[in-house]
T-cell receptor, first 119, second 114 residues
Framework: GAVVSQHPSWVICKSGTSVKIECRSL??????MFWYRQFPKQSLMLMAT?????????EQGVEKDKFLINHASLTLSTLTVTSAHPEDSSFYIC???????????????FGNGTRLTVT | GDSVTQMEGPVTLSEEAFLTINCTYT??????LFWYVQYPGEGLQLLLK?????DKGSNKGFEATYRKETTSFHLEKGSVQVSDSAVYFC?????????????FGTGTRLLVSP
């Protein structure tokens, strides 16, 4: 079945550095991918919608300059956390919908997430 | 806007016990409803879904019925196993904004002991 691969699964970085997280759809083409952030014991919060070949759509309150999203191909979207700070430490999850599913009712496929720790 | 409310966890059960995790929603239109499961150290997986009122989604012994009159989508399983220990998320598809983004509940952790 459809698989979404996310890399790395965990990363530790120093405050002030940047971290890039990759999200790949392995056996389908995804024109749209979604980036979520999950805080401990809380739900997934949608950060942005990544659109192939165009700018991402960010949710209210998400800093565009801090969380850079690039969707350069139909199988790859990247999230770069720029100038990371300890408060950016979180679990980031990407997802994509297989267009072969036919409609908005087709389920999202999720990556396994990236645990970011900023020291 | 649309929202999903789940019962707080953790829910602690013994093996073979009956499980109910409550989920209610608020939506302006006619959403599709989903249950996702997150096993320790893994990403989310779709467990089941229902796309219209009175539909029943089922998978791996889990069931949930789309109740429009009570705006609910409660998850049930007749006999839980230790391997069912995970976090369960109720979600709906927000049909606004053009991208049909998922709106999640806060998740309910299930702990099943032998």
């Amino acid at each position: 079945g459809a698989v979404v691969s996310q890399h790395p699964s965990w990363v530790i970085c120093k405050s002030g550095t940047s971290v890039k997280i990759e999200c790949r759809s392995l056996d389908f083409q995804a024109t749209t991918m979604f980036w979520y952030r999950q805080f401990p014991k809380q739900s997934l919060m949608l950060m942005a919608t990544s659109n192939e070949g165009s700018k991402a759509t960010y949710e209210q309150g998400v800093e565009k300059d801090k969380f850079l999203i690039n969707h350069a191909s139909l199988t790859l979207s990247t999230l770069t956390v720029t100038s990371a700070h300890p408060e950016d430490s979180s679990f980031y999850i990407c997802s994509a919908r297989d267009p072969a599913g036919g409609s908005y009712n087709s389920p999202l496929h999720f990556g396994n997430g990236t645990r970011l720790t900023v020291t | 806007g649309d929202s999903v409310t789940q019962m707080e966890g953790p829910v602690t059960l013994s093996e073979e016990a009956f499980l109910t995790i409550n989920c209610t929603y608020t939506a302006t239109g006619y959403p599709s409803l989903f249950w996702y499961v997150q096993y320790p150290g893994e990403g989310l997986q779709l467990l089941l879904k229902a796309t219209k009122a009175d539909d029943k989604g089922s998978n791996k012994g889990f069931e949930a019925t789309y109740r429009k009159e009570t705006t609910s989508f409660h998850l049930e399983k007749g006999s839980v196993q230790v391997s069912d220990s995970a976090v369960y998320f109720c979600a709906l598809v927000d049909q606004g904004a053009g991208f049909q983004k998922l709106v999640f509940g806060t998740g309910t952790r299930l702990l099943v002991s032998p």
